[in-house]
């Protein structure tokens, strides 16, 4: 854009910035201060009744499974003295008793409905579970049980899994915790759909505020803040605020509406303009290097100065990575190319992620030894299989070692972790390499972006990598995320849902 322009709309945006500057800045850090305060404040009691909500369910749990290890030591009376637990313990809606290898002890048969697969809760207990003892919340459909194993005064152990009582758990927990809170403030229990499992008020005429999470106890469940509507601080200065916010935006959209909507076609030309300049001299650049590479130790080869075997082996190394690095770069622009005009096809089916990662990291076995990182891999066991393009997926995750690579300073460290997470299979790619800044990490997927820093636009890069990555992923009807500290390094996480979820 021309100087001349830049100082025009400068000049008038800035006049009417003055104007509202001035006016508003004490009331802003008024409201600023008065919502931070309204809210901590909100938070941390709710935070504490959850907690205490928390604490009285564990120990529910903790009550009855005492006297449920009582009620099993008999084997021949176990159905009868089981019942009679029950009726006596209205917290746990069902109660199932299963054999080490098993065989479901109660109730036989189910009285309530199929029970639940004994081989699905084994695979959310860990191995060492029968050996130590203890209790588990075990996801099980919408809900959550409690497993525990029960070895006091037994020949062999038996594994107890426990659902709770809706009505049981409002009863002696929530109203007992609940009820007694004083004050304008509504706290209510409230499932994922934000249904309300119990409130002591009704919540008809109050406002969501905001809700805090249960620990493992209560995954499902959150509890939430509500305040009557128009009652709170934070109302009135939300409202007096929004008067003055109006005022000033008409004003200032009145003055700047023209100068705003040519300044930012300009100057969205101009940035896209720079950005694809940009991207076809990396992408130049970023060709000729492993091709230079390629013929000066093909040249090296061919006039036999290679001075013995182990040379030569790594003379034809240095060929093959090259070789490999070329490919990923010209696989990288044909399918932006694709992507962009539209044509991108992916083939899915059910795939184990593991040997996805494991081919991946030996295609950079050479340049990790070469440049002196220190590498983990760790996949988690028995991951279930994941609906994928694997080549695809195996270049996204390429393009994310391939940029710890690009990254890494002087703490060359590379960490590859798989693992379950709920209904998605997790795939992280960590290094301690210089980082990205805060408020460039919303950026770093859009295609041609590159960080703006001098020491990340001297390394080589085409600015696409990401925003393949993003593109696959969520193609996979996955999700791409960063965290990052300057100076710390990068975690990139992937998440695709499991196969059997979808």
């Given at each position: 854009?021309?100087?001349?322009?830049?100082?025009?709309?400068?000049?008038?945006f800035?006049?009417?910035a003055?104007?509202?500057?001035?006016?508003?800045?004490?009331?802003?850090?008024w409201?600023?201060?008065a919502?931070?305060?309204v809210r901590e404040q909100?938070?941390?009691m709710a935070?504490?009744?959850a907690?205490?909500?928390e604490?009285a369910?564990?120990k529910?749990?903790?009550?009855g499974l005492a006297?449920?290890?009582?009620?099993?030591?008999?084997r021949a009376l176990?159905?009868?003295?089981v019942?009679?637990?029950?009726?006596e313990?209205p917290?746990?809606?069902r109660?199932?008793?299963?054999?080490?290898?098993?065989?479901l002890?109660?109730p036989?048969?189910?009285s309530?409905?199929?029970?639940?697969?004994?081989?699905?809760?084994?695979?959310e207990?860990?191995?060492g579970?029968?050996?130590?003892?203890g209790?588990?919340?075990?996801?099980?459909?919408?809900?959550?049980?409690?497993a525990a194993?029960?070895?006091?005064?037994?020949?062999e152990?038996l594994?107890a899994?426990?659902?709770?009582?809706?009505?049981?758990?409002?009863?002696?927990?929530l109203?007992k915790?609940?009820?007694?809170?004083?004050?304008?403030?509504?706290?209510a229990?409230?499932?994922?759909t934000?249904?309300?499992?119990?409130?002591?008020?009704?919540?008809?005429?109050t406002?969501?505020v905001?809700s805090v999470?249960?620990?493992?106890?209560?995954?499902?469940?959150?509890?939430?803040?509500?305040?009557?509507?128009?009652?709170?601080?934070?109302?009135?200065v939300?409202?007096?605020a929004?008067l003055?916010t109006?005022?000033?935006?008409?004003?200032?959209?009145?003055?700047?509406?023209?100068l705003g909507?040519a300044?930012?076609?300009?100057?969205?030309?101009?940035?896209?303009?720079?950005?694809?300049?940009d991207?076809?001299?990396n992408?130049?650049?970023?060709?000729k290097?492993p091709l230079?590479?390629?013929?000066m130790?093909?040249?090296?080869?061919?006039?036999?100065?290679?001075?013995d075997?182990?040379?030569?082996?790594e003379?034809?190394g240095?060929?093959t990575?090259?070789s490999e690095?070329?490919?990923?770069?010209?696989?990288?622009?044909?399918d932006?190319s694709?992507?962009?005009?539209?044509r991108?096809r992916y083939?899915l089916?059910?795939?184990?992620?593991e040997p996805?990662?494991?081919?991946?990291?030996?295609a950079?076995r050479?340049?990790?030894?070469?440049?002196?990182?220190?590498?983990?891999?760790?996949?988690?066991?028995d991951?279930?299989?994941?609906?994928?393009?694997?080549?695809?997926?195996?270049?996204?995750l390429?393009?994310?070692?391939d940029?710890?690579?690009?990254?890494?300073?002087?703490?060359?460290?590379?960490?590859?972790?798989?693992?379950?997470?709920?209904p998605?299979?997790?795939?992280?790619?960590?290094?301690?390499?210089i980082?990205?800044p805060?408020?460039e990490?919303?950026?770093v997927?859009?295609?041609?972006?590159?960080?703006?820093?001098?020491?990340?636009?001297g390394?080589?890069?085409?600015?696409?990598?990401?925003a393949?990555?993003?593109h696959?992923?969520?193609?996979?009807?996955?999700?791409v995320?960063?965290?990052?500290q300057?100076?710390q390094?990068?975690r990139?996480?992937?998440a695709?849902?499991?196969?059997?979820?979808?």
């Amino acid at each position: 854009m021309k100087r001349r322009e830049l100082l025009l709309f400068g000049a008038v945006f800035l006049a009417s910035a003055i104007l509202a500057v001035l006016a508003a800045l004490s009331l802003r850090q008024w409201e600023a201060s008065a919502q931070r305060h309204v809210r901590e404040q909100a938070r941390d009691m709710a935070t504490m009744t959850a907690e205490k909500i928390e604490m009285a369910v564990l120990k529910a749990e903790e009550e009855g499974l005492a006297r449920l290890q009582l009620a099993v030591r008999d084997r021949a009376l176990l159905r009868e003295r089981v019942d009679a637990w029950k009726a006596e313990t209205p917290f746990f809606d069902r109660a199932y008793i299963f054999a080490r290898g098993g065989t479901l002890l109660y109730p036989a048969p189910p009285s309530e409905g199929p029970p639940p697969s004994f081989e699905e809760i084994r695979r959310e207990i860990p191995p060492g579970f029968w050996d130590r003892g203890g209790r588990r919340h075990v996801p099980l459909g919408d809900g959550v049980a409690c497993a525990a194993v029960l070895a006091e005064g037994l020949d062999e152990p038996l594994l107890a899994v426990l659902l709770r009582s809706e009505q049981g758990l409002r009863r002696e927990i929530l109203e007992k915790t609940l009820a007694g809170l004083e004050g304008q403030s509504v706290l209510a229990v409230v499932d994922r759909t934000n249904r309300a499992i119990y409130s002591p008020r009704p919540l008809d005429d109050t406002e969501y505020v905001l809700s805090v999470a249960f620990g493992e106890a209560l995954p499902s469940w959150r509890l939430a803040l509500y305040e009557p509507a128009g009652l709170s601080p934070r109302d009135t200065v939300h409202r007096q605020a929004w008067l003055f916010t109006a005022a000033f935006g008409l004003l200032v959209g009145v003055i700047a509406l023209g100068l705003g909507a040519a300044y930012r076609l300009v100057r969205r030309e101009s940035e896209m303009a720079r950005l694809k300049s940009d991207f076809v001299a990396n992408v130049s650049h970023d060709l000729k290097t492993p091709l230079a590479l390629i013929r000066m130790f093909s040249e090296t080869l061919e006039m036999n100065r290679a001075p013995d075997e182990a040379t030569r082996r790594e003379y034809y190394g240095v060929i093959t990575r090259e070789s490999e690095r070329l490919s990923r770069l010209i696989d990288n622009v044909l399918d932006f190319s694709r992507i962009e005009g539209g044509r991108r096809r992916y083939e899915l089916a059910p795939s184990p992620l593991e040997p996805v990662v494991h081919e991946v990291m030996e295609a950079f076995r050479y340049p990790l030894a070469q440049q002196g990182f220190k590498v983990s891999v760790d996949v988690e066991p028995d991951l279930p299989d994941v609906l994928m393009d694997a080549d695809a997926i195996g270049q996204a995750l390429a393009n994310l070692v391939d940029n710890a690579i690009k990254y890494s300073d002087t703490r060359r460290r590379l960490s590859v972790t798989a693992r379950r997470a709920g209904p998605d299979v997790l795939v992280e790619v960590a290094d301690e390499g210089i980082g990205i800044p805060a408020d460039e990490q919303a950026h770093v997927f859009e295609k041609f972006y590159r960080v703006g820093r001098s020491d990340t636009q001297g390394r080589r890069g085409s600015g696409v990598g990401l925003a393949l990555v993003a593109h696959i992923v969520g193609a996979h009807r996955g999700r791409v995320s960063v965290k990052s500290q300057v100076g710390q390094g990068s975690r990139f996480t992937i998440a695709l849902p499991a196969a059997e979820t979808r």
